[in-house]
Structures are given as C-alpha cells and as structure tokens.
Nanobody, 126 residues
C-alpha cells in the first residue's frame, strides 16, 4: 500500500513558476513509476508527466514539454514537478499517482496507476 500526499500548489501569475511535491509512504516506493495528472473544471483528467521506477525514463504531454520537469528522490520517497513559464491553461488540480508495474517508458494512461493523492490546486492568473 502506498499513500501519496501532494503539496506546493497555489496562485501564480502567468510566466511564473511553482514546484509541486509528492510525498510517498511505503517501502516499495522505489519500484513504482510515478506520474502527475491534472484536471481542470469541466474537463477530464489528463496526463502531464511521468517518471520510471528508476528515474531513467520520463514522458511529458506535448502541452508541457520544455516547461515542466519531473524528478524523484528515492532516499526521501519524494517526487517533484517543477513548473516554469506557467500559463492560464495550466490551471487545474494536480494529482500525483503511482504505478506498481515496471513499465518503461512510464505509462501515460491514468488507468495504469494504482494509487492516487488527494490533489493540489494550481491557479495561474493572466
């Protein structure tokens, strides 16, 4: 069992930056691929980025490529999402998720993820 807790959301102006954190509990965190998804009001949850269990592979949605960076710290059981050059369309609730499989590259499909955090709100003003 893995519990995920996101933090770091908030209100930022367009062009600004935020760093989201996801704290994971559980001894097997190091074997999980980790992903970030987001859901804007009235829209379906969408893939943002993911990192493989060993950090060797990453995947990004086209809409965030070059602006967002995912990373993980196995020693601290943490996953991070650095978001730069934020746009109003990035406004959403951001969710951290864990995938028990060893899929490489990491999956972009939400149904592949087994554990989810409660989400953190990111609001980008224009």
């Amino acid at each position: 069992q893995v519990q995920l807790v996101e933090s770091g959301g908030g209100l930022v102006q367009a062009g600004g930056s935020l760093r989201l954190s996801c704290a994971a509990s559980g001894r097997t965190f190091g074997s999980y691929a980790m992903g970030w998804f987001r859901q804007a009001p009235g829209k379906e949850r969408e893939f943002v980025t993911a990192i493989s269990w060993n950090g060797g592979n990453t995947a990004y949605a086209d809409s965030v490529k070059g602006r967002f960076t995912i990373s993980r710290d196995g020693a601290k059981n943490m996953v991070y999402l650095q978001m730069d050059s934020l746009r109003p369309e990035d406004t959403a609730v951001y969710y951290c998720a864990a995938d028990r499989s060893f899929t490489t590259p990491p999956s972009k499909l939400s149904l592949e993820y087994d554990y989810w955090g409660q989400g953190t709100q990111v609001t980008v003003s224009s």
